[in-house]
Every structure is written in C-alpha cells, then in structure tokens.
C-alpha cells in the first residue's frame, strides 16, 4: 500500500464512519491519526455525545474485533487482563484472557476506576502484551486501545496519573453537534428501526497492517525536524508550564505527523501536517503551574501560543 492507496482507504474508513456518527470531520482524523500512528487515543467529553459509538464503528469499519470494558470503582486488573482459573478435567491451571485481548478495546470511563486497575493497561497500551502471574501473552495485532472519561460528575472518579496519560497519542472530543447536525441526528434515527446506527466493513485486519506501515515511508525534512524540536523546547519554557512535553512526546509529535501526512495522501511532511496534530497531540501532556491552574488557561491555549511564536521553516 502507497501513500495514494492509504489516503482512499482512510477517506472511505471516515466517510463510513460519519455515515454513523454525527461529528466534525477533523474529530474522525484525530481517532483515525492514532490507528495509523500505532498509538491509542483518549476522548473526554459529556456523557451522550457518541464516544462509544465510535469506538463501535471504527472496529467495524476497520473490520476489527471489538470489545468494550466498562471501568467502575469496583474493577480489578485480573478483569482486564484475564486471569488462571483451574481445570478440573486436566488438573491443572488454563489462563482465561481477559477482555484487553481484542484489536479495538474501548476502556469506558477510564477515571472511575482506581489507579491499581488503570495501569493494568499501561503495559498493553506500550507493549501489546499483558503479564499475568509471571507469564507473558501477546496481545492481538493490531491493538488500538480507545479510553474515556467524562469531565462532569467527578466525585469518587480517579485522575488519570500523568504517567498514563502521557501514554495517549491523541486526546480529543466531539462536542455537540450544531443546529444542522442536531436534525441530521434525528432526521437518521427516524430512517432505521434499530436506535443505533451501523457501519460496513472498509478493510480487515491485514489492510489494517498494511496501513499502519505507510507513516513509515513518509519522508522528513530536517528542517522540520527542528520545527517539531522548537515546539516542544517552547512548552517546557513556557512560564504556564510546570512540566512541559516529554521527549515520549516529542516522538509522538513525529509519528503523528507522518500519519497526518499519509492520511493527506503525501509521502512527505508539510508544516501544516505539524500545526495540525500539535493540539491533540501534545496539549494533554502539559503540566501547568498553580497560577495557571488557578487562572483556568487552557492548555490548548498554550499550544497555540506556542504555535504562533515558533517560526515555521519554509520547505
């Protein structure tokens, strides 16, 4: 698969899916962004708004197993990763695989479970593989794993620790939907006997591989290189900032924008492709000071600022 080939598959995995989901196009890109960069994405917003359904619809249109795991205070990691249970026919201990052993996972409302159960993903998340008492079990490939989490009714929910949150390619929302869209809703739901809508399959599994290797042919200029390196440096410098992108990040700003560069249907980066997935991409990881904190900046603010003070080479 070529750039030109994987730009029409992804057009037709987002025009699938919006078929379903009523959402601004550039939400799709970013959910789209972290299957082809081989990360995991992050939604947050309030509840209602289609988070699972296109979580749903993505597995589908990628033609993907799918499964869902519904984060509550009571979840312990053993049912996420699976667990030994005895075997009375062979007198012996089978591993059972847990939910996680699934190409899409959705985590639902990742922040109601304690931080012991979150970071059982941790090493799914990083490695594609779970270890449970001592032995080590690939998981299915690819592994996309979409959480999240609903800014309201916060009390009794556990924050997400920096550390897993920086593990997140992309964090993004959908918002609602405008005037138009709130009678495309209903106009759609009107038209089908079932309350949810469907999608059909655009590729399978091994399509899926094929597209996830294209960001790697894609080609850099090493000034932008140094502009990605520039962005990044500013966050840290930022007097907003406490602590600013990690270099994870700074990888993760590269990967990003190689796949936005494929999805474009280019095998080189432009610096639109970078301005592009700076907000999703790295806004998450900002730590920002008290005063900030106080003062509600948004951290998508400080990217932007960032954005606008860096110069952008001229390629």
Known sequence: MDATEASDASSQILDEIGSAVIADRGFFETVLLGVVAKGHVLLEDVPGTGKTLTAQSFATALGLSFSRIQFTPDL?????????????????????????????????EINRAPPKTQSALLEAMEEGQVTVDGDTYDLPSPFFVIATQNPVDMEGTFELPEAQVDRFLAKTSLGYPDGEGEVELLRRRAGRDTQSPTVEPVLDAASVEELRSVPETVTVDDDLLQYMADLVRA?????????????????????????????????????????????????????????????????????????????????
Not at 237 to 251: C, E, K, L, W
Not at 260 to 267: E, L, V, W
Request: zero cysteines.
């Open 76 to 108: 312990l990691p053993a049912d996420i990763t699976g667990t030994h249970i005895f075997n009375e026919q062979s007198r012996s201990f089978e591993f059972t695989e847990g939910p996680v052993f699934a190409n899409v996972v959705l985590a639902d």
């Open 235 to 315: 966050t840290r410098d930022d007097y907003r900032v406490d602590v600013g992108v990690s270099p994870r990040g700074t990888q993760r700003l590269f990967e990003a924008t190689r796949a936005m560069a494929t999805i474009a249907g280019r095998d080189y980066v432009a610096p639109d492709d970078i301005k592009r997935v700076a907000q999703p991409v790295l806004a998450h990881r900002l730590v920002l000071t008290p005063d900030a904190r106080v003062e509600q900046v948004d951290k998508g603010t400080v990217i932007q600022s960032v954005l606008d003070e860096v110069p952008v080479p001229t390629v």
